[in-house]
């Protein structure tokens, strides 16, 4: 059993950052890529970033690219966004994801982000 508790989500102005963190409860984590997804009201969900098991293979959207950086630490079963020069294009509510051996997602229940201008 998988649980992915998110939190840090809050309500900024642009150009203002923010860190989320995001809690994984179960087994096997630092063997498992993570990733941020986001989705805006009205718009699909889209993967925001993705790391590998290791932490060193990192990918993220165009839209953050030289403003959030993911990373993870394996000894406390945590990962992390670290969001920089937010914009209002920014806000979304943001979940945290991982897979099984099979491909099966996991996904928490969100934490909201809200860039204003």
């Known amino acids: 059993q998988v649980q992915l508790v998110e939190s840090g989500g809050g309500l900024v102005q642009a150009g203002e950052s923010l860190r989320l963190s995001c809690e994984f409860r179960?087994?096997?984590?630092?063997?498992?890529?993570m990733a941020w997804y986001r989705q805006a009201a009205g718009k699909q969900r889209e993967l925001v970033a993705r790391?590998?098991?290791?932490?060193?293979?990192?990918n993220y959207a165009d839209s953050v690219k030289g403003r959030f950086t993911i990373s993870r630490d394996n000894t406390k079963n945590m990962v992390y966004l670290q969001m920089n020069s937010l914009k209002p294009e920014d806000t979304a509510v943001y979940y945290c994801?991982?897979?099984?051996?099979?491909?099966?997602?996991?996904w928490g229940k969100g934490t909201p982000v809200t860039v204003s201008s």
């Open positions: 994801n991982t897979q099984n051996q099979f491909g099966s997602d996991y």
């Open positions: 179960g087994n096997i984590f630092s063997i498992r890529p």
């Open positions: 790391i590998g098991s290791g932490g060193l293979t990192t």
